[in-house]
């Protein structure tokens, strides 16, 4: 029946059904689009850290943090070659055939599917979607007017085999981000073959913020993990990377399957993040959005100085929507969006299956750790279980960096962060119903 189903399917669909996911005007967390800032790359938590912000220690860090196994490092080294790709000529004439925004949607979804993306969506892009300043301070000025996005998935059988913040976890990062960069980058080109502006925006290089615009293409809901969106069918197990054109486009809308009340009800990666990162309470207002606002700097802090792997991406493993697709997954997916009274059963359900916990039959990775130039067998691996007997909820305070204390778009030094602040803005945050 599948391969019946499958001949009839139009390419432009991809392989999930997201065509049948409830489309909505705006996503289900508010965005008040005025109040959104821009905000310069210096001011994302990575760059932070490059610069000292978090001190010298994970400053020295960072740079071996995502190239201290080999897999990540043969992976992030091929990747850090694409930049010059992303962006180029555009052809003087345009193509024929290009007139229509629908047509033009369908081919480009055609095109990136049969390259190999797993679930795109197409949005228009809000100025506040472009950072202010790129990665050098220099302003970026918003110069297309739509917005391709693509997720990639990390691939279900690594993430079953891992412990999420172990060995492979940057590997698993880099592999989906070397993929979204090829794919944004042939497919753009191809873009300015046809006489349209088109540039790439990947992890090594981007001009454009991926969150924003994966929730307005209808890629996912913003999750509890915070700055995390989660597709039903991928969860959360996947990376973005993005095209900006001004190709002429039809656009997706939002995407609702009710993830704002199995997220309210569950609190499983605020439970097992390693680093109490995660919000174990509501959401509030943070630079415009309305969140489950994750203390990103405890976040970056622990994927930099993970000592027991590289990286991580725990709260993707653990939770209940990092799924395959098999008939029972399926079954539960349904009821989870369907059945709103099952949702808490599901939840338990999960944990009393054994869904997040490792599964060692799938390890084919070897923890390796490259210490001063030298490979050796890692000297500590994360291999903890589920938390299954801890407590339910575990409240945390959660530091928050609203855009008035970014650092300057240019500055070069070291700003250091104030913590005592920032968790004091975390406990007076607006909640959204003000
Ligand atoms: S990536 Fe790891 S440290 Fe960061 S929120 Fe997820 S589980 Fe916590
Ligand atoms: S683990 Fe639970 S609370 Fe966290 S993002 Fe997944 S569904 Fe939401």
């Not at 996912?220 to 486009?249: H, Q, Y």
């Not at 808490?344 to 084919?364: E, F, S």
Request: aromatic residues 8%; contains cysteine; proline residues 7%.
């Amino acid at each position: 029946m599948k391969w019946f189903s499958r001949r009839r399917r139009l390419p432009h669909l991809g392989r999930y059904p997201m065509e049948q996911v409830a489309r909505v005007d705006r996503p289900t967390t508010r965005i008040d689009d005025a109040a959104v800032p821009r905000v310069p790359f210096r001011a994302n938590f990575f760059s932070r850290a490059a610069h000292g912000d978090l001190g010298d220690r994970v400053a020295e860090e960072i740079k071996r943090f995502n190239t201290k196994t080999p897999l990540s490092l043969v992976l992030r080294n091929f990747a850090a070659t694409h930049p010059p790709f992303q962006d180029g000529e555009t052809a003087t004439e345009t193509a024929p055939l290009t007139d229509d925004p629908q047509k033009n949607a369908e081919h480009v979804k055609s095109l990136l599917y049969f390259l190999g993306a797993d679930i795109i969506g197409i949005c228009e892009a809000p100025a506040y979607a472009w950072y202010s300043h790129d990665a050098d301070g220099a302003p970026v000025e918003p110069r297309h007017r739509y917005a391709i996005v693509m997720a990639i998935d990390q691939g279900f059988d690594t993430m079953d085999a891992a412990n999420g913040n172990d060995w492979v976890s940057s590997g698993q990062s880099q592999r989906a981000y070397l993929m979204g960069s090829t794919f944004t980058i042939v497919a753009a080109d191809y873009i300015r073959q046809l006489g349209f502006g088109a540039r790439a925006h990947t992890n090594a290089d981007s001009e454009v913020l991926h969150l924003p615009l994966a929730l307005l293409a209808g890629i996912g809901e913003l999750s509890r993990i915070g700055e995390v969106i989660i597709n039903p069918f991928l969860g959360p197990r996947f990376k973005t990377a993005v095209i900006t054109t001004d190709l002429p486009l039809a656009v997706d809308k939002p995407i609702d399957f009710g993830l704002q009340d199995f997220c309210a009800k569950c609190r499983k990666c605020a439970r097992e993040c390693p680093c109490a990162a995660i919000s174990y309470g509501d959401k509030i207002m943070f630079n415009g959005y309305e969140m489950w606002k994750p203390d990103a700097e405890n976040c970056v802090k622990y994927r930099i100085s993970n000592p027991g792997g590289t990286s991580c991406g725990r709260c993707m493993k653990v939770c209940p929507f990092n799924k395959e697709g098999l008939v029972q997954h399926r079954i539960g997916l349904w009821a989870a969006i369907h059945l709103p009274w099952t949702r808490r059963l599901l939840i338990w359900l999960d944990d009393a299956l054994g869904y997040g916990q490792r599964n060692d039959l799938k390890k084919w990775w070897r923890d390796l750790e490259l210490v001063n130039g030298v490979l050796q067998i890692a000297r500590k691996v994360n291999r903890r279980g589920l938390k299954r007997n801890k407590a339910d909820r575990e409240e945390h305070k959660i530091a928050i960096y609203p855009a008035e204390v970014n650092p300057p778009a240019d500055a070069s030094g070291a700003v250091p962060v104030d913590r005592i602040k920032a968790l004091e803005d975390g406990l007076n945050a607006e909640p959204p119903q003000h």
